[in-house]
């Protein structure tokens, strides 16, 4: 099993999402501001303990300039494994 897979999907996205935060130099607030989602929901999601709904997920895409497609498979989101 490699390592990817261990980590928690969760984590893989919010780790994603804070990179390309930090590649467009945004701060959580900017980005909430940008994504209409509450600062501390951003945290929450970049720290890996929240599910954000799809929603969600294209509100952030679209916050960080980036399609979701491009986001999971270039910020190495997916898994493997497709169960």
């Known amino acids: 099993m490699k390592q990817k897979d261990k ?6 996205f919010g780790l994603a999402i804070r ?10 607030e900017e980005l909430s501001f940008r994504s209409e989602l509450h600062r501390t929901y951003i945290s929450d999601i970049e ?3 929240r599910n954000p709904s799809l929603e969600n997920i294209a509100k952030l895409a ?8 491009h ?11 497709s169960d």
């Open 19 to 28: 990179k390309r935060r930090h590649e467009l130099a945004l701060s959580q």
């Open 62 to 69: 679209k916050a960080l300039e980036i399609s979701v497609s």
């Open 7 to 12: 980590t928690d999907i969760k984590q893989r």
């Open 47 to 49: 720290r890996g303990s």
């Open 71 to 81: 986001l999971f498979a270039n910020y190495d989101i997916e898994t493997e494994d």
